[in-house]
């Protein structure tokens, strides 16, 4: 009989639990394995669907702190290309090195929080620095918005993957109960048909699936789903 691990994504184990509880209902022997295991599958599934809804939940947030990001990032290349402009007129460089004291390249490169920290102090010196001033008058409103924006967006985001993690954490502990209530049935099918290898293969699928926990967007250390007779040797690090 093949048995599962914990390493193995929560699909191609509830199909092993699916067709498991279908022959334990075959006989009034194996009533009692299948009510005692039918809790940890329905766990499991409703634990993966939980995790799938999540990642799916993460996608709009995602997508909105990267266009906010392209959004800010725009604002502040506008900033540039005034001072760019105002420093023409002038004959000089004094109002960019004002705003932009180490060039353009480090106000746009970070992406995330460090985005924001990035235009905060932009936004001080922009604020502060008195050869500015005709920049802030016309793009300052404009750096704020974008920078509420931004951060708003990235709480969001920050929240749909706390969100995911604690899916991804209540999977992984209704995994562990299914492998071990699989386990558990293993060896009493054993005991209860002892040396009927034939008969004991009746309970339990051929798992064909490969697929990890890491593939099915899990954190979790790919490793072979061959015959492993051990739940704790397949324990997650």
């Not at 001072?83 to 746009?108: M, N, T, Y």
Request: avoid cysteine; charge should be neutral.
């Amino acid at each position: 009989m093949q048995t599962v691990t914990v390493t193995m994504a929560s699909r191609p184990l509830l199909k092993a639990g699916k067709y498991h509880l279908a022959a334990l209902g075959r006989g009034q022997e194996t009533q009692g394995l299948a009510t005692a295991f039918k809790p940890a599958q329905e766990a499991l599934d409703s634990a993966r669907t939980a995790r799938e809804k999540a990642e799916d939940a993460l996608a709009e947030p995602r997508t909105l702190a990267r266009f906010a990001e392209m959004a800010l990032e725009v604002i502040v290349r506008d900033i540039a290309s005034k001072a760019h402009e105002l420093d023409r007129k002038a004959g000089g460089d004094l109002i960019f090195k004002a705003i932009f004291p180490s060039g353009l390249d480090p106000e746009v490169r970070p992406r995330g929080a460090g985005q924001v920290t990035a235009a905060i102090a932009l936004r001080g010196r922009l604020d502060s620095q008195p050869a500015a001033a005709p920049v802030k008058a016309l793009l300052l409103k404009d750096l704020d918005a974008a920078l509420a924006a931004l951060g708003s967006a990235l709480e969001s985001r920050r929240m749909a993957e706390q969100a995911l993690g604690l899916a991804r954490a209540a999977e992984d502990g209704a995994r562990e109960t299914f492998v071990s209530s699989y386990d558990s049935n293993a060896g009493a099918i054993r005991q209860m048909f002892p040396r009927n290898r034939p008969r004991q293969d009746l309970y339990f699928d051929t798992i064909r699936a490969e697929q990890t926990v890491a593939e099915d967007g899990q954190a979790a250390e790919p490793t072979s789903t061959g015959t492993s007779t051990s739940t704790t040797e397949a324990k997650k690090p």
